[in-house]
């Protein structure tokens, strides 16, 4: 089964979409440190059941390192605001406890990694915002929503990029 996508240079946004849409993705909990694809950057998207629940990117850190973040189950761990989130929206708090608790349902999750050709990883916050723009139409997502500045800058990107 795989989770990472290799995006070329000449695909498209909507290449990509149609792309994480297709693959199932790998558990959170099958995750393990010996995998080579984790070694890399890029985005990655994050499904509960088949809907994507959380976008995001790994530049200053590999995958390995970004997700080890998010699945911290401590209280003061510095990256782990998509278990807090999650345990608020579940009606729980941030405590060690209710982390541990989301963090056993988080395993099922799915992930899928995106990584771009390096010649467009300046790109990435960018797909990043257009992935972001497009999951939340169709889907809540756990992490924030971009800002209506950034939405306006994305979208004059995106009418370069078409014209």
């Given at each position: 089964m795989?989770?990472?996508?290799?995006?070329?240079?000449?695909?498209?946004i909507e290449d990509?979409?149609?792309?994480?849409?297709?693959?199932?993705?790998?558990?959170?909990?099958?995750?393990?440190?010996?995998?080579e694809e984790l070694l890399r950057n890029g985005i990655y998207i994050i499904k509960e059941n088949e809907?994507?629940?959380?976008?995001?990117?790994?530049?200053?850190?590999?995958?390995?390192?970004?997700?080890?973040?998010?699945?911290?189950?401590?209280?003061?761990?510095?990256f782990?605001?998509?278990?807090?989130?999650?345990?608020?929206?579940?009606?729980?708090?941030?405590?060690d406890e209710d982390l541990?608790?989301?963090?056993?349902?988080?395993l099922n999750f799915k992930i899928v990694c995106v990584a771009l050709d390096p010649s467009r990883e300046h790109l990435l916050k960018k797909w990043e915002d257009l992935l972001m723009i497009h999951y939340n139409e169709y889907h809540s997502l756990y992490?924030?929503?971009?800002?209506?500045?950034?939405?306006?800058?994305?979208m004059i990107l995106v009418m370069k990029l078409m014209y």
């Open positions: 795989s989770f990472l996508i290799d995006v070329g240079n000449h695909e498209t990509v979409v149609d792309r994480i849409d297709s693959i199932e993705g790998i558990a959170v909990g099958e995750l393990n440190f010996s995998m809907n994507v629940v959380y976008v995001g990117k790994a530049t200053s850190r590999i995958f390995l390192e970004r997700f080890a973040g998010h699945f911290d189950t401590r209280k003061g761990g510095g782990n605001n998509l278990l807090k989130t999650i345990a608020k929206s579940k009606g729980n708090t941030d405590s541990k608790n989301v963090w056993r349902t988080v992490n924030r929503t971009i800002g209506m500045l950034n939405m306006i800058m994305v």
